[in-house]
């Protein structure tokens, strides 16, 4: 089962971002993770899919399955990359897949969530629902979101 099939399937509606890493003292704005119907970070759709290594760098709006520490449980959880320097440890270690071209105000919104010191938000945003679009030809396409001045640290 693949990404698209879970959207499609409407598992990504009225489901809560469930952990949420913005900027700290001393590091850098990392990232919001969405896709576990139970909201504590253990959930999933059921089943496992392998790590498919990518070369997209993980930046500003970039989307990546979430897993555990092994690079074989791939699931239905997700993040999306708050910056650069707080996700480029990630490249190739994890399976990033797509690019945000617009909303670069929701994702700067997510950041500043405030949290527990266990990463999980007070009052979790809910994202309403996901949905396929089909990608314009090569090299037509947007260009990739790039981020916004920083948000003020929590």
Avoid: W
């Avoid at 704005?29 to 899919?49: E, H, K």
């Avoid at 989307?63 to 997700?78: E, F, H, I, Y």
């Avoid at 629902?129 to 003020?152: H, M, N, Q, W, Y």
């Amino acid at each position: 089962t693949s990404f698209v099939d879970l959207v499609e399937g409407g598992y990504y509606t009225d489901i809560i971002f469930h952990r949420i890493i913005g900027a700290r003292a001393g590091r850098a704005p990392f990232m919001a993770q969405v896709g576990d119907p139970t909201g504590t970070g253990s959930g999933g759709p059921g089943r496992f899919i392998d790590l498919e290594p990518s070369d997209l760098p993980h930046d500003f709006g970039v989307l990546s399955m979430a897993r555990t520490g092994n690079p074989d449980t791939n699931g239905g959880q997700v993040f999306v990359c708050f910056s650069r320097e707080g996700t480029s440890f990630l490249d190739t270690q994890y399976c990033s897949f797509a690019q945000a071209v617009e909303g670069a105000d929701v994702i700067m919104a997510l950041e500043t969530v405030e949290t527990d010191d266990m990463d999980f938000p007070a009052d979790p945003p809910v994202l309403q629902s996901a949905k396929t679009i089909p990608a314009p030809p090569f090299g037509t396409e947007d260009a990739p979101l790039e981020r916004p001045a920083a948000v003020t640290e929590r």
